[in-house]
C-alpha cells in the first residue's frame, strides 16, 4: 500500500501550525495568507520558520526507510534570493547527516536527497521571484532524483556519491531556516503533500483513481433509479472518494522499479 500526507494550513494558534494531518511549531509569529491551493504560510526572512523536528516526518526526514520512494510536491514563492538560504533541510546535504534538503547557493536552487550511504543532487538557475511555482520531485535509489518546476522537468540525474555517515538520528528539520545557520528564506509556501512513491507511481494512482471514480458516476447517470436511491448512491461515492484522497488515503500496491541501476560518481 502507497500512503499519502497533505498538509494542508488551516489555522495557526499561538505558536502552532495547524494542518489536516498534523501540527507544526511555527517561531516567530507567521502569518497565513492566500495561496494557490488554500492558505499559504508566509516566512520574513528573518525571525521566522516551521520546526518539524518534533514530528515523525517519515520518508521525508529519512528516505533510506521508503519502502515505495519518495515525491513531494508544494506551492513556493520566491519573495527574496539569499546566498546559502535552505527552503527546507534535515541535513540531507551535510557530510555526515542524511534525508532531504533544498537551499539557493550560487544563483542556484539544489536539491539533495540522502540515505546513510548515498547522496542525489541537482540543481537549477529557473527561479524566478515574486510567482508561485508549482514544485515537484521525485526520488527512488533506482531512478534517481528528479525536479519539476510546474509540471515541467528542470533537472534530473541517477548518478549519486557515496557516503559514510555516524550520525544514527537526524533530529532537526526546519522549513524557512537552515539546521546550521542563522540564514532564513524569505518565502511564501503551502500545499505540501508527500507520497511514499515516485512521481510516476504517484500520477498512475491518481489517474486510475480518477478514471474509476468517473467510470463510476457514468454507470450511475445511465442506471435509473429513484431520487432516494440516486441520494444515498451519490452519497456513498462522495465517501470513496473522499477517504481515497485524503492524507491518510491508501492505494493500490505499486513497487518502485527495482530493476534499473543506479550511476555512481566517485
Known amino acids: 500500500l502507497v500512503v499519502q500526507i497533505s498538509y494542508t494550513f488551516i489555522s ?10 498534523t501540527n507544526f511549531t511555527v517561531i516567530g509569529n ?14 520574513d526572512g528573518a525571525t521566522q520558520y516551521i520546526d518539524l523536528s518534533t514530528n515523525d516526518n517519515g520518508c521525508l526526514g529519512n528516505p533510506g526507510q521508503c519502502q515505495f520512494c519518495l515525491s513531494v510536491t508544494f506551492n ?11 527552503i527546507f533541510s534535515n541535513g540531507g546535504d551535510e557530510p555526515d547527516g542524511f534525508g532531504t534538503a533544498m537551499y539557493y547557493r550560487r544563483n542556484r536552487l539544489f536539491l539533495t536527497i540522502s540515505t546513510k550511504t548515498k547522496e ?11 510567482a508561485f511555482i508549482k514544485v515537484d520531485f521525485s526520488w527512488s535509489e533506482q531512478t534517481g532524483l ?9 533537472a534530473s540525474t541517477k548518478i549519486y556519491v557515496t557516503k559514510t555517515v555516524t550520525m544514527s538520528v537526524m533530529t532537526k528539520f526546519y522549513i524557512g531556516l537552515s539546521i546550521t545557520t542563522n540564514i532564513y528564506a524569505n518565502i511564501v509556501i503551502d500545499g505540501w503533500t508527500v507520497t511514499e512513491a515516485t512521481k510516476e507511481t ?3 494512482i491518481t489517474m486510475e483513481t480518477t478514471t474509476e471514480a468517473e467510470t463510476t458516476t457514468t454507470a450511475m447517470s445511465t442506471t435509473e433509479m429513484s431520487t432516494t436511491e440516486m441520494s444515498t448512491m451519490d452519497s456513498s461515492t462522495t465517501e470513496m472518494e473522499t477517504s481515497s484522497l485524503t492524507s491518510t488515503g491508501k492505494y493500490s500496491q505499486h513497487r518502485c522499479n527495482t530493476t534499473a541501476q543506479s550511476g555512481k560518481a566517485d
Do not use: H
Open 146 to 154: 528528479a525536479l519539476y518546476f510546474d509540471d515541467k522537468e528542470v
Open 120 to 130: 542525489w543532487t541537482v540543481e537549477t538557475t529557473s527561479v524566478k521571484v515574486n
Open 12 to 21: 495557526i494558534v499561538s505558536n502552532v501550525l495547524v494542518t489536516q494531518s
Open 30 to 43: 507567521p502569518m497565513l495568507v492566500a495561496g494557490p491551493s488554500g492558505q499559504a504560510l508566509q516566512l
Open 76 to 86: 513556493i514563492k520566491f519573495v527574496t534570493l539569499t546566498e546559502n538560504m535552505y
Open 202 to 204: 504517484r500520477d498512475l
